[in-house]
Nanobody
């Protein structure tokens, strides 16, 4: 069973930045796809960003230009750099790693953006 450990959430004022990290218990080369999701109270979990095995990022329109997804294979870590944060970004953020046999989630980290 793969373990994903998230960190980097917290409280920040609007316009500020945070970097979320998600570190896996096994080699990044064993995964096929990586992503970040978020879930606000009373809302469905929604996709934020993905990155392919070839390194191509895909960012949803609501955060495009502000968020960046990246990987560090040596550190077995997925990142979400969040800049110019807005109150509507307030959510629990979850990393998601996928291989050809499973779909694995981090424990979630709270991001709160104040006005």
């Amino acid at each position: 069973q793969v373990q994903l450990m998230e960190s980097g959430g917290g409280l920040v004022q609007a316009g500020g930045s945070l970097r979320l990290s998600c570190t896996a218990s096994r080699s990044m080369f064993t995964f096929a796809y990586w992503g970040w999701y978020r879930q606000a109270p009373g809302k469905q979990r929604e996709l934020v960003a993905t990155i392919t095995r070839g390194g191509t990022p895909n960012i949803v329109d609501s955060v495009k230009g502000r968020f960046t997804i990246s990987r560090d294979n040596a550190k077995k870590t997925l990142y979400l750099q969040m800049n110019n944060l807005k109150p509507e970004d307030t959510s629990v953020y979850y990393c998601n790693f996928r291989d050809y046999g499973g779909n694995y989630w981090g424990q979630g980290t709270q991001v709160t953006v104040s006005s």
